[in-house]
DNA sequence: CAATTCTGTCAATTATTGTTGACAGAATAC
DNA sequence: GTATTCTGTCAACAATAATTGACAGAATTG
């Protein structure tokens, strides 16, 4: 069930749209201003907030600059009277979904709202497979050790991994490791086939560290 | 090789204790004050670091907290001339590994490193197996499914998490996960059968939090 | 009570991952 | 140049993880 933020100082549009969307079937919730929105934003995780421009005291660009800071991931459809391409323009770069003008049709408001549902849905899948991927690499005691050590340092021998891991008995198996970080694109060889960690590994060995640090304290 | 940070503010025993480490098959360096060891200490990363006690402006006391406090992971070694036993017993609940007394055998030191180090091992080998389990549950899409939408609404029925992951026709992979999860002890079911993350999933879908906002920023 | 839905288990199968020994060209040492 | 070490590849095998269909008791509905 998808949840909607909605924003107006209209307490009786903001009713009728709150009825209308549940009965589309999501879940809603109603904010007076600015301020309020933003409260309710950063407690609660909505999918959906959508916001009313032309509010007194903050400004509903300001608002959806710190929606977006807070919550990344909430997508902000921003609603105005005054429609001008400049605000949408800059609204749009300042992470709103989209942009809808006042008055508008109930149906406009939902096709907008099922979009940008949908464009939520690609992009989680988006992300699961990075995850998958970056999870299932980090899976293994071995690559991590890899990971790590020419996190350390930079262009490493083979022979000077096998030793730094303690593995010299068994070289094949860290060659089988070195390929798949290799094909991976997490590491890579200069020419004098030295290892160290591509830009994407070094951003893995950041997210390693992250958990890492998170797990000891 | 391990790395040690030897910190005294006579240049005299500094430069003994490095020979000696040296021979011993260690990487050493050198701090003449608090400061500098702390210093060292953050930009660099020391296995072990010995700290005098009794040197002027920062106190040993104070250097081994805030060592402790960036690099975790470090582990501290206080020397001190003047042992009491209330130093001692302060300086171990401050993070201190070990307190060696002034004057002291090059025997003892070197037995007290080894020991140290052994203690390194330990702990690595249980993180090791920790992070082994963490990654390879959190490798997989489903599970993590599973964790983040008991996360966000505890005590949810089978059928309920098969509708809300979109797979009602495989039911029975997602009694394999779920019975996966629950032998892992990041999920249990309370007598009416209702699931809900443990004290250790919670932990583990924090460490699913970090990483995704790690990844998505 | 009978029918249906819910919540599983189990065994068989398949897919994925990891390990190992045998082998070999390239580089380096002697 | 010969021997040795380094840096792999490859195929076979072992181990683990995941999927699936068949089945069934428990709970709920009607």
């Given at each position: 069930?998808?949840?909607?933020?909605?924003?107006?100082d209209?307490?009786?549009?903001?009713?009728?749209?709150?009825?209308?969307?549940?009965?589309?079937?999501?879940?809603?919730?109603?904010a007076a201003s600015g301020k309020e929105?933003?409260?309710?934003?950063?407690?609660?995780?909505?999918?959906?907030?959508?916001?009313?421009?032309?509010m007194?005291k903050?400004?509903?660009?300001?608002?959806?600059?710190?929606?977006?800071?807070?919550?990344?991931?909430?997508?902000?459809?921003?609603?105005?009277?005054?429609?001008?391409?400049?605000?949408?323009?800059?609204?749009?770069?300042?992470?709103?979904?989209?942009?809808?003008?006042?008055?508008?049709?109930?149906?406009?408001?939902?096709?907008?709202?099922?979009?940008?549902?949908?464009?939520?849905?690609?992009?989680?899948?988006?992300?699961?497979?990075?995850?998958?991927?970056?999870?299932?690499?980090?899976?293994?005691?071995?690559?991590?050790?890899?990971?790590?050590?020419?996190?350390?340092?930079?262009?490493?021998?083979?022979?000077?991994?096998?030793?730094?891991?303690?593995?010299?008995?068994?070289?094949?198996?860290?060659?089988?490791?070195?390929?798949?970080?290799?094909?991976?694109?997490?590491?890579?060889?200069?020419?004098?086939?030295?290892?160290?960690?591509?830009?994407?590994?070094?951003?893995?060995?950041?997210?390693?560290?992250?958990?890492?640090?998170?797990?000891?304290?």
């Amino acid at each position: 069930m998808k949840k909607i933020l909605i924003t107006d100082d209209d307490a009786e549009l903001r009713a009728k749209l709150s009825e209308i969307l549940k009965e589309a079937g999501y879940l809603t919730d109603e904010a007076a201003s600015g301020k309020e929105a933003l409260k309710k934003a950063v407690s609660d995780e909505f999918d959906i907030v959508l916001l009313d421009l032309m509010m007194p005291k903050m400004s509903g660009m300001d608002v959806l600059a710190e929606i977006k800071k807070v919550r990344p991931r909430t997508k902000v459809i921003m609603i105005t009277a005054f429609a001008t391409v400049e605000n949408a323009v800059d609204a749009v770069k300042k992470g709103a979904s989209d942009y809808i003008c006042k008055p508008f049709k109930i149906e406009t408001l939902l096709a907008t709202i099922g979009r940008v549902l949908e464009e939520i849905k690609f992009e989680d899948s988006a992300n699961k497979l990075d995850l998958d991927y970056t999870f299932s690499t980090l899976s293994n005691q071995i690559r991590r050790n890899i990971i790590k050590l020419l996190g350390s340092k930079a262009g490493m021998r083979f022979v000077e991994i096998t030793k730094e891991l303690g593995i010299e008995e068994e070289h094949t198996k860290l060659a089988f490791h070195l390929r798949m970080l290799k094909e991976t694109g997490i590491i890579e060889q200069d020419p004098e086939k030295l290892y160290s960690l591509t830009k994407e590994g070094e951003k893995i060995m950041d997210y390693l560290r992250t958990i890492e640090n998170y797990i000891l304290t």
